[in-house]
């Protein structure tokens, strides 16, 4: 999937878990939010894909609850 930088639009270089902005120079990371209950989620990598896990909600959560950002790493 690809990534924006949030301060240019510009599309990201990937760099394993991390983006790389070349107009910044910085790194940046996706961020995950809760839709149900807006707190920070903690990504988990299963069977290749990651997954979202939301640690008040104690459960997994879809793509189409959740909302990301790109924020510095
Ligand atoms: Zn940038
Ligand atoms: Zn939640």
Not at 34 to 48: F, I, N, R, T, Y
Request: with cysteine; aromatic share 6%; charged share 30%.
């Amino acid at each position: 999937m690809e990534r924006l930088c949030p301060k240019h639009g510009t599309p990201l270089e990937s760099r394993g878990k991390l983006w790389h902005c070349e107009a910044c120079n910085a790194l940046y990371k996706v961020r995950g939010e809760c839709g149900d209950c807006g707190s920070e989620l903690e990504k988990v990598a299963a069977c290749g894909a990651s997954n979202w896990w939301c640690n008040r909600c104690n459960e997994l959560k879809s793509k189409s609850k959740i909302k990301t950002e790109m924020v510095a790493a």
